[in-house]
């Protein structure tokens, strides 16, 4: 008489949620290595881009100092500045990272990436942490000048941790931004033109340049609504120890960010068309 075989176990072949954040994680890295790949081949980037943060902090920083034309109390206005130039350091590099994604849908690139089977989420996730990092070294750079220049900068390991993590959030949320942009307009040209035509606004509706006190009431309830007030009140308190908002100032950050990744993931399909 033959006993009967036990069936083999059934093993599932979903992976757990622990083992699905893992993939998410790896394959946004994976991403971001990609990306940064770029930025060892055009190194010069970075050196042109911090042209323009230079002659800020050398030119109007100096200048405004000099003449105590904004009122930052104890402050010198250099050192209230730095911050802001930093903030906007970044914010011009990852403002216009949608051209690159328009780039690479006319290449072709992009509609091998969504076969893939890596979560659009991710694949957005990866390039906007890759601008972030971008962004991060230009900072570095920034940061450099201002020490130079006498700005009393801290030297708290765990504050210039809390700068980097702002730096690269701060910088995510642009770069989703403009590919949310990219998403709707669908070409370059139409980009760079809406990128030129809202840097500038944005920069100068945030507290970077002056106090949010000095500011008309209109621009005051615009300066409460731009992420990037959020992210130069984080660094001014981070870097230079003024009172600042810190949970908050994240919290708008990290809640943004989602919310840019979200909707750029949900365009991503529209660009590849």
């Known amino acids: 008489m033959s006993v009967p075989l036990a069936a083999p176990p059934v093993v599932s072949a979903d992976p757990g949620p622990l083992e699905q954040l893992r993939i998410l994680l790896a394959r946004i890295g994976a991403m971001c290595l990609v990306e940064l790949q770029k930025l060892r081949r055009d190194q010069s980037e970075l050196i042109t881009r911090a042209i323009q943060p230079a002659l800020w902090l050398l030119i109007f920083g100096?200048?405004?100092?000099?003449?105590?034309?904004?009122?930052?109390?104890?402050?010198?206005?250099?050192d209230y500045l730095a911050p802001g130039i930093l903030a906007q350091s970044a914010l011009f590099i990852a403002i216009f990272y949608g051209i690159q994604i328009i780039w690479e849908r006319d290449a072709g690139v992009l509609a091998k990436l969504l076969v893939t089977p890596t979560p659009r989420a991710a694949l957005v996730a990866g390039k906007a942490f890759a601008a972030g990092i971008r962004a991060l070294v230009q900072a570095l750079m920034v940061l450099v000048l201002s020490a130079i220049l006498g700005v009393?900068?801290?030297?708290?390991?765990?504050?210039?941790?809390?700068?980097?993590v702002i730096v690269i959030l701060g910088s995510a949320f642009f770069c989703c931004f403009s590919i949310v942009i990219a998403g709707i307009v669908l070409s370059r040209e139409r980009l760079m033109g809406i990128g030129q035509a809202i840097t500038m606004p944005l920069f100068f509706a945030s507290n970077a340049l002056y106090p949010v006190a000095l500011m008309p009431g209109w621009l005051k309830v615009l300066s409460h609504l731009n992420p990037l007030s959020y992210?130069?009140?984080a660094l001014r308190g981070l870097l230079i120890g003024?009172?600042?908002?810190l949970a908050l100032d994240f919290g708008v950050l990290?809640?943004?960010t989602a919310i840019a990744i979200g909707v750029?993931?949900?365009?991503l399909g529209r660009l590849a068309r």
Not at 242 to 245: E, G, I, R
């Open 152 to 164: 009393g900068l801290t030297a708290n390991p765990l504050r210039l941790l809390g700068m980097v």
């Open 264 to 267: 750029a993931s949900a365009l």
């Open 254 to 256: 990290v809640g943004a």
């Open 231 to 233: 992210q130069v009140d």
């Open 242 to 245: 003024t009172p600042a908002n």
């Open 62 to 78: 100096e200048t405004f100092t000099r003449i105590h034309a904004i009122p930052t109390g104890s402050i010198p206005y250099l």
